[in-house]
């Protein structure tokens, strides 16, 4: 949707290349003068993917200048009837035949249509393409123009043709400046990533995308503003709806109180979904969430028991509701804290959940995260899907140095080699997210640009990021993903040594997962039937971002998971547009449909003694299946029932 910001046109002055041109064709855009700022450098890559957008000639701007005054001129009788946005797209919108006529221009060119998407204000069509289809649509050649000032390089044309009975309809063609991200990924990086058209301008008021929120993360419009008006064109102003939960707070207008983490998830999430609304639910009055040990929590009991009220009374694993000395209480007696009952099913859940936060699996009693995991299950039965980060630690945790709680170097077992899983991702039915990363000198142009995020402490993190991944201790190897994970033992054993087993379930409802017994003497270090994480991916380094006033470049799994959550929401957002239902839990439809993904075969999620597995072909324990294919999924979603 990076309309504004790339208005530089396709052409750029320098030679102009000697093409036959057939008759029927025109030079519409060519540049005269000679730039000593852009360098022309090799011929475009032909299979390079250009997000094209087209310009569409726009009517009635003749009259443009008296409609303005028809409501601003004091004497005028009509003065202060101001326009809807509506009226003024319909006032100015380019006629349905304009439109047909260039669409048609370019579905005979071998444009899928199928990828043509016309923008809500109706003035562009935009669509992604080769540099080889739009050579030949165009009858030009695309180079390589490098900025000799800042060394940034970007795909344009000295001139292009267009057939004569279409010049009329179109203001100018131009790709968008793509060559940065592999060192900053901005929306129009991830769209190309992924193929993510401009949301439609119709949205459905029951599908707004739910973020959860905790730990004193909060938002503020600041950030918000700045990071539309440099990234987007969406409205300054634009904000969440906030859902605060037992006295939690989502908002603040202190720019040095915002949280980078809740302004990285809209972030992400807005530009995907945006004019969708987005839902934040935020967790825990102000006492519990500054308290180090929500991190323990993250108050997802109490989240669940706000959106879910049958939580509040649900037994199982030998437990009855929340746990007390684990979960937050309500009325909560200490001073400043939230004074109300607990809130039982008084928020609509939405239709996905992002959650950008976790813990290990080690950390957590057995009885209380498989209760909870069977709530998320009974929310997918009600076509909720629940997403979430699969943490940025590879198979550990942070080392204790770097606030890490397991063995010195963030894995288990008194070796501190074990690999010690995250949680809640552990739970099968909930959709983990792991990362990945373009590496520099790659290309979103390139057929597969992503690898697996590694990044060694100090480049540029304090500590080392890589993405969280391996085999569940807690639950065994859920029926949709047995064969992708027996091909990736079949055909990619990792060769490291292993132990089988699974914690048991225990009357004692704060027994913890003791994973050095399961290991016992084997010398293993992971669990060769546990449940595998995580299930996907989606890019999460070197995040365009501006949090507490100022822009900064943030990595995480955080990042993928509202990238990967927002597409999600797209697709329901088309499904309930044609009487269909939401995707639901999402899981089984993606390990049997595979090729909706775009599979990450390279890099690793190497932590504690440097050990840890490898992206590879097909499903595997640092990538997942792999990043999103947009207009795959959403054809797969909507083929079925
Ligand atoms: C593209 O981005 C690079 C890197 O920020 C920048 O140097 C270059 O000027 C940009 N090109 C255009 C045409 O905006
Ligand atoms: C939107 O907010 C940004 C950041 O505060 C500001 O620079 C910009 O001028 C604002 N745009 C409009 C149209 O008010
Ligand atoms: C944001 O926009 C402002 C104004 O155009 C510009 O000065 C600044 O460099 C931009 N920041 C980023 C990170 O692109
Ligand atoms: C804003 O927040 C900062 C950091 O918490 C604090 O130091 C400052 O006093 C606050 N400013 C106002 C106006 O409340
Ligand atoms: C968390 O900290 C608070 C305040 O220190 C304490 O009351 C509560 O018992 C702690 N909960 C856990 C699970 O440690
Ligand atoms: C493959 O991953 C490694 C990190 O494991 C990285 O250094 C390398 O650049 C990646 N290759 C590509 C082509 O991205
Ligand atoms: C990063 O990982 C390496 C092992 O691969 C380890 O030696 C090093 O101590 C780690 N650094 C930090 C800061 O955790």
């Not at 009837?81 to 003024?88: A, C, L, N, R, Y």
């Not at 900025?147 to 968008?176: E, R, W």
């Not at 290309?443 to 992503?450: L, Y």
Request: glycine residues 8%; contains cysteine; proline residues 7%.
């Amino acid at each position: 949707m990076l309309w504004n910001s790339f208005v530089v046109a396709a052409a750029f002055a320098g030679t102009v290349t000697a093409l036959a041109v057939p008759e029927t064709h025109i030079v519409h855009e060519k540049r005269d003068y000679t730039s000593r700022r852009w360098a022309k450098r090799d011929r475009a890559k032909p299979h390079a993917r250009l997000p094209v957008r087209i310009g569409l000639a726009q009517n009635n701007l003749d009259k443009a200048h008296d409609y303005l005054m028809d409501v601003s001129h004091p004497t005028s009788p009509n003065y202060g009837k101001h326009w809807t946005s509506e009226e003024v797209i319909e006032a100015f919108k380019p006629s349905d035949d304009a439109v047909q006529t260039v669409r048609q221009w370019l579905v005979d060119a071998g444009i899928s249509v199928k990828e043509i998407v016309h923008s809500d204000n109706k003035q562009w069509l935009a669509f992604d393409a080769s540099t080889k289809q739009m050579e030949s649509l165009l009858h030009t050649e695309y180079h390589e123009y490098e900025d000799i000032k800042t060394g940034g390089v970007m795909p344009a044309c000295d001139q292009y043709h267009v057939p004569k009975h279409i010049q009329q309809h179109i203001d100018y063609i131009t790709p968008a400046n793509l060559s940065i991200c592999d060192k900053e990924i901005t929306p129009a990086c991830v769209a190309a990533l992924y193929k993510i058209p401009p949301a439609p301008r119709d949205v459905v008021k029951s599908n707004s995308m739910g973020i959860f929120e905790a730990e004193l993360q909060f938002w503020d419009q600041v950030d918000l503003d700045k990071f539309f008006t440099n990234f987007t064109n969406i409205p300054n102003g634009t904000h969440p709806i906030d859902y605060n939960i037992d006295g939690a707070v989502s908002k603040t207008t202190n720019v040095s109180e915002a949280g980078v983490e809740a302004m990285l998830d809209l972030e992400l999430a807005y530009p995907i979904v945006y004019p969708q609304t987005i839902s934040i639910f935020n967790e825990d009055d102000l006492f519990y969430q500054a308290q180090a040990n929500q991190t323990y929590n993250y108050g997802y009991n109490t989240f669940l028991d706000a959106i879910d009220g049958s939580y509040c009374t649900y037994s199982a694993y030998g437990e009855t509701g929340d746990l007390p000395n684990v979960d937050p209480t309500y009325p909560d007696p200490n001073l400043g804290g939230y004074k109300g009952q607990l809130q039982c099913g008084i928020y609509k859940p939405t239709n996905v959940f992002s959650f950008s936060y976790g813990g290990q699996e080690a950390d957590i009693p057995v009885s209380y995260q498989k209760r909870q995991c069977n709530e998320y299950l009974k929310l997918g039965l009600q076509g909720i899907s629940f997403i979430f980060a699969s943490g940025d630690s590879g198979v550990g945790n942070a080392p204790v140095a770097l606030g890490g709680d397991n063995g010195p170097s963030g894995c288990l077992g008194p070796n501190d080699d074990i690999f010690n899983p995250t949680w809640p991702v552990n739970c099968p039915y909930v959709t983990s997210v792991g990362a990945t990363k373009v590496y520099p000198g790659s290309s979103v142009f390139d057929a597969q640009p992503e690898s697996a995020v590694y990044d060694p402490a100090g480049h540029p993190y304090q500590s080392n990021y890589s993405s969280g991944g391996g085999f569940s201790n807690v639950y065994g190897i859920p029926s949709f993903q047995k064969s992708a994970v027996a091909t990736y033992f079949a055909d990619h054993d990792p060769g490291l040594p292993y132990y089988s087993g699974l914690a048991k379930d225990s009357s004692d409802v704060y027994a913890h997962p003791d994973v050095a017994a399961l290991a016992g003497s084997s010398g293993g270090i992971y669990n060769r039937i546990g449940r595998g994480i995580p299930d996907v991916a989606a890019n999460g380094d070197n995040i365009a971002t501006y949090a507490l006033g100022s822009f900064a470049l943030h990595g995480g799994t955080s990042a993928s998971t509202p990238i990967f959550s927002a597409i999600i929401n797209r697709i329901n957002e088309e499904r309930l547009k044609r009487g269909k239902k939401t995707v639901g839990f999402l899981n089984p439809t993606l390990y049997a449909h595979p090729e909706v993904l775009n599979d990450i075969v390279n890099g690793t999620n190497k932590a504690c003694q440097g050990e840890g597995f490898n992206a590879v072909k097909g499903w595997d324990p640092v990538t997942g299946l792999g990043t999103p294919n947009y207009p795959k999924m959403l054809e797969l979603f909507l083929s079925l029932p």
